[in-house]
T-cell receptor, first 111, second 114 residues
């Protein structure tokens, strides 16, 4: 399986945008890019996914590089409730089969 | 719409014992996956069940087994518990087939093996 690389931790100020990077230089043409987050004492929560084009939903935006070797999850206005571990995951053909989690990025939101 | 539920929330077992964890999938979902999450690490895929059959397995020994029932609920059984089995066990449900992109996770069962 293609691997992803994320920073171990990031900090952001409340109500400011957050850009969470992910590198996936060995991504294949059929791999979808998924983002999940895990709030303290909860199971992971789906955030967003995409293949080639940038994607937006009510939670976040996903910006995918033209060569697809990296992507960025964008939280437009961070709140204290966004403090979580964010996981960038590649999914073959995008199917909801096994997800291979790495260690993710711990996002701290400062008031 | 009812989300994914898991039981029990916590339990403590002794090394060598057996344990059964339970999961009810989200309404309309027919696929259940189980994950193990050790402290400070990301979840690791154990196996997935679809139509009551195992449909993919991660790098876990045979003493980890499962069942899926006609109502799509599921059980995870672990025999001969070891200290390293102490972890948060997560269940996730999803729809099978093309277009099914997301997994929906339950809150997990915290297992402590002493």
């Amino acid at each position: 399986d293609a691997k992803t690389t994320q920073p171990n931790s990031m900090e952001s100020n409340e109500e400011e945008p957050v850009h969470l990077p992910c590198n996936h230089s060995t991504i294949s043409g059929t791999d979808y890019i998924h983002w999940y987050r895990q709030l303290p004492s909860q199971g992971p929560e789906y955030v967003i996914h995409g293949l080639t084009s940038n994607v937006n939903n009510r939670m976040a935006s996903l910006a995918i590089a033209e060569d697809r070797k990296s992507s960025t999850l964008i939280l437009h206005r961070a709140t204290l409730r966004d403090a979580a571990v964010y996981y960038c995951i590649l999914s073959p053909s995008g199917s909801a089969r096994q997800l291979t989690f790495g260690s993710g990025t711990q996002l701290t939101v400062l008031p | 719409e009812t989300g994914v539920t898991q039981s029990p929330t916590h339990l403590i077992k002794t090394r060598g014992q057996q344990v059964t964890l339970r999961c009810s999938s989200q309404s309309g979902h027919n696929t259940v996956s189980w994950y193990q999450q050790a402290l400070g690490q990301g979840p690791q895929f154990i196996f997935q069940y679809y139509r009551e059959e195992e449909n993919g397995r991660g790098n876990f020994p045979p003493r980890f087994s499962g069942l899926q029932f006609p109502n799509y609920s599921s059980e995870l059984n672990v025999n001969a518990l070891e200290l390293d089995d102490s972890a948060l066990y997560l269940c996730a449900s999803s729809r099978a087939g093309a277009g099914a992109r997301e997994q929906y996770f339950g809150p997990g069962t915290r297992l402590t093996v002493t």
